[in-house]
């Protein structure tokens, strides 16, 4: 079934210059953009973006990280699109969780610096979606 979920490059990815194999490996994969920014990300978005978490001891740090330089923020389309992007990106922990191959276990060493976000499920993606690129119809 065709699907859009939102990804972000969080500001460790922008920094560290993971923009371009990021894009190649949702290519690769065979899903299509359907939009994308590079973003400046204000408190009350990142709020927003992670407010499931909001009661998480690390809330704070998440949303000092994610609003402290810009992010490229992009709509992935395809079939399953939530699944395999969350395929593509690892599991959260870059480490312990995230396999060799993937975005996180082949770039990342930290759950706090994890490089990428991709919806969770189709709930979170259309909120997500809203959320980061409210004037596209989908
Ligand atoms: P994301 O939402 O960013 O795609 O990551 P995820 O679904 O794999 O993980 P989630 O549980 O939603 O956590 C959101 C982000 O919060 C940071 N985090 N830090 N210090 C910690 O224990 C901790 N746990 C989570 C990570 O950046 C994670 O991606
Ligand atoms: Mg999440």
Do not use: C
């Not at 990804?7 to 990021?22: A, E, H, N, T, Y």
């Not at 939009?35 to 709020?47: F, G, Q, W």
């Not at 690892?90 to 706090?112: N, S």
């Amino acid at each position: 079934m065709t699907e859009q979920t939102l990804v972000l490059i969080k500001p460790d990815g922008v920094q560290r210059g993971l923009v371009g194999d990021v894009i190649n490996r949702i290519e690769r994969k065979g899903l299509t953009l359907a939009a994308l920014e590079l973003r400046e990300v204000t408190v009350e978005l990142a709020s927003a973006h992670y407010a499931e978490h909001s009661e998480r001891p690390f809330f704070g740090d998440l949303l000092e990280f994610i609003t402290s330089a810009p992010v490229v923020a992009m709509v992935v389309e395809g079939d399953r699109a939530i699944a395999a992007f969350r395929q593509l990106a690892g599991g959260t922990d870059p480490v312990e969780k995230a396999a060799p191959g993937t975005i996180r276990g082949d770039f990342g060493l930290a759950t706090q610096f994890n490089i990428v976000h991709g919806s969770d499920s189709p709930e979170s993606a259309a909120r997500e979606i809203s959320l980061w690129f409210p004037s596209l119809n989908s």
